[in-house]
C-alpha cells in the first residue's frame, strides 16, 4: 500500500468524511480497486481524474465537483501525486528531459493543482494545502541525502518554494510542505537498495500516522510555510 492509499483510507475510516481521490486512469485496475476500500458509513468517496502531466485535468475535475457533487468547499487538499518512474544518475548525465518531466509532474502540478482548488479551499474555516516534500529537494541538506537524484531533487525544491511561496501569498490559507520520511513504497524501497539498504526504513503505516497527525494539528502561526519532518523539528530549504 503506497501512501496515497493509505491517506484515503485513513481519512475514509472517520465519520461524516468526504474524501476526493484524484487518479491518472479512471478505467485502470488501482482506480476501481478504491471503491472497495472499507470505509465509515458516514463517509463518502469521490474519484477524478487529475494527471499532474495534465495543465486541465485539475480544473476540469473542480468543475465536475462543482456541478456533479455539489462540493461547494474544500478543508484539505494533499498533493501527494510524484513521477513513477525515478532516476537514478548524477546531473552530469541525466537527461534535461527528464530533469522536466519531474519539474513538471512534481512542481508544475502542484501548482497547477493549487489554481484549481484554491476558490474551494477560500470558502473553509480553516483550509490547508499539503505538499508531500522531501529531504532531497532540500538545497541547505544536500550532504545529508546524497543519493544521485538530481531529477527528483530539483522538482522537489521547487515544489518546497511554491508551496512556501503559497504560504505567503494567500494570509488565510494554512500552506506547507512536509516530509513523510524514507518510506517503504516501492519507489522507496528501490532508492534504499541501491543506497545499500535491504529496504525503506519507514513503514507506510508509520509515516501516514505523523502526516495525519500533522496535517489535524497544523496552524497557520507554527506549521504554515515551513517543513516539518517525520524526523523531528523542520528541514532546513
Do not use: C
Not at 484549481?116 to 516534500?133: I, N
Not at 531529477?151 to 500552506?175: P, Q
Request: aromatic letters at 6%; charged letters at 20%; hydrophobic letters at 45%.
Amino acid at each position: 500500500m503506497g501512501i496515497g492509499l493509505s491517506l484515503l483510507t485513513t481519512y475514509l475510516s472517520r465519520p461524516n468524511t468526504t474524501v476526493i481521490a484524484g487518479v491518472r486512469d479512471l478505467s485502470g485496475p488501482s482506480s476501481r480497486a478504491l471503491l472497495a476500500v472499507d470505509k465509515d458509513p458516514s463517509s463518502i468517496l469521490i474519484i477524478v481524474k487529475i494527471d499532474n502531466a495534465s495543465a486541465t485535468d485539475a480544473k476540469a475535475a473542480v468543475k465536475s465537483l462543482q456541478s456533479e457533487h455539489n462540493i461547494s468547499k474544500i478543508d484539505t487538499v494533499i498533493a501527494n501525486a510524484a513521477v513513477q518512474n525515478l532516476v537514478f544518475a548524477k546531473l552530469a548525465d541525466v537527461d534535461p528531459a527528464q530533469v522536466q518531466e519531474h519539474i513538471f509532474i512534481n512542481a508544475v502540478g502542484s501548482l497547477v493543482l493549487f489554481q484549481a482548488v484554491l476558490p474551494l479551499l477560500q470558502k473553509a474555516s480553516q483550509p490547508k494545502f499539503v505538499v508531500l516534500g522531501s529531504p532531497l529537494g532540500s538545497i541547505s541538506g544536500i550532504e545529508k541525502r546524497p543519493f544521485p537524484m538530481g531529477a527528483y531533487g530539483v522538482s522537489k525544491a521547487a515544489a518546497h518554494y511554491l508551496v512556501r511561496k503559497i504560504h505567503f501569498e494567500n494570509e488565510g490559507l494554512i500552506a506547507f510542505a512536509i516530509d513523510p520520511g524514507f518510506v517503504q513504497t516501492d519507489p522507496g524501497n528501490e532508492a534504499a537498495r541501491i543506497a545499500g539498504m535491504k529496504e525503506a526504513p519507514v513503514p507506510v503505516k508509520k509515516s501516514v500516522e505523523y502526516l495525519v497527525a500533522s496535517i489535524d494539528g497544523a496552524t497557520r502561526d507554527k506549521t504554515s510555510g515551513h517543513f516539518p519532518s517525520i524526523e523531528g523539528e523542520d528541514w532546513a530549504w
